[in-house]
């Protein structure tokens, strides 16, 4: 091989490697995913998942037809559940509710599981965080994953979170 075929390979393996941390590749650590956030905005509410396995009905235990009333107990939830927690995300958090319809801006309850990427701005890239990060106030950047209930707020899975600013 010649030197310049050689030499055109590493600019070709290298150019790849540029490209792949700039997409958010290994190389560089992990970046969001391609593409413009689903939701920018302010966390209004942070919840961690505490799973209920006492004082409460095993699922299949009631039948489905029965009389439903405030004094039934919840339901058990799955201790092996995938749920960190939910964030509730709102594009113009200071805006009321005024009337029957919702105010302008975007709402959304979005789950956290343990599959989500949970990133933090720090300088040019980004760093890895948890759920246990997020505190109300910060600015954050969400990709949803899976299917979007269309509710307001619209409730949605979380593929990724970015917090872009700390809570004020």
Same mark, same amino acid.
Do not use: W
């Given at each position: 091989m010649r030197p310049s075929a050689v030499r055109r390979g590493l600019v070709a393996v290298l150019a790849?490697?540029?490209?792949?941390?700039?997409?958010?590749?290994?190389?560089?650590?992990?970046?969001p995913p391609a593409g413009p956030p689903d939701l920018t905005?302010?966390?209004?509410?942070?919840?961690?998942? *505490?799973?209920?396995?006492? +004082?409460?009905?095993? /699922? #299949?235990? &009631? $039948? %489905?037809?029965?009389?439903?009333?405030?004094?039934?107990?919840?339901?058990?939830?799955?201790?092996?559940?995938?749920v960190v927690g939910s964030?509730? *995300?709102?594009?113009?958090? +200071?805006?009321?509710? /005024? #009337?029957? &319809? $919702? %105010?302008?801006?975007?709402?959304a309850a979005v789950t956290v599981a343990t599959g989500s990427q949970i990133l933090r701005h720090a300088g040019q890239g980004?760093?890895?965080?948890?759920?246990?990060?997020?505190?109300?106030?910060q600015v954050v950047e969400v990709w949803f994953s899976g299917p979007v209930a269309e509710s307001y707020p619209v409730q949605a899975g979380a593929k990724a979170v970015v917090i872009s600013e700390p809570a004020e």
């Open positions: 790849a490697a540029g490209l792949a941390t700039a997409c958010g590749g290994e190389a560089g650590g992990a970046g905005g302010t966390l209004t509410s942070v919840t961690p998942f *505490v799973p209920r396995t006492e +004082d409460c009905v095993e /699922v #299949g235990q &009631r $039948p %489905p037809d029965a009389a439903v009333s405030s004094d039934d107990g919840p339901f058990c939830t799955d201790p092996d559940s995938d964030i509730l *995300v709102e594009e113009q958090p +200071d805006r009321p509710m /005024v #009337g029957p &319809r $919702p %105010p302008q801006g975007d709402k980004y760093v890895e965080a948890a759920f246990d990060a997020f505190e109300v106030g």
